[in-house]
């Protein structure tokens, strides 16, 4: 009985894989097309564009005082060009731990615009932890330029 049903969910996962391998739009002229989609991605115009930007300021002690600020601006490649699709990472750590600390971050990214698909993740974590102390953060990750 058990063999009967991983052999079902085999059958179950092959076929839209299958059918996956089969699909697709058919090509006129295939060495052409081909072609033309090399010789756009040997211009150096890429397919896709990832950009992660990643910030830890931290102030500890009696008194003491963190800042920074980082800036990404998105894409690559000629400025004729424009990806696919965009993946764009943003994270921050702000720690203001001790008695009168201050810990200021600032992290913004900027992707391409025009794009087919992005995806962007936002994160951060700010922490004022002690008497009188203070932290601030400021997290922007947008599209488009």
Known sequence: MLRASL??????????AAA???GGVPLRNS???????DSNTSRGCPLSATS?????NKAFGTGSSGSQQLATLGGSGPSSCRPLVSTQVVAGANLGLGRGSSANQAIIAQGPRGVLAT??????????FGSQSTANQLLVNQTGR
């Open 20 to 22: 996956q391998e089969r």
């Open 31 to 37: 060495l052409a097309e081909l072609n033309q989609i």
């Open 119 to 128: 995806t962007t993740f936002t994160r951060g974590a700010n922490i004022g």
């Open 7 to 16: 052999t079902v969910l085999a059958l179950a996962a092959a076929l839209p």
């Open 52 to 56: 992660v930007t990643v910030g830890v």
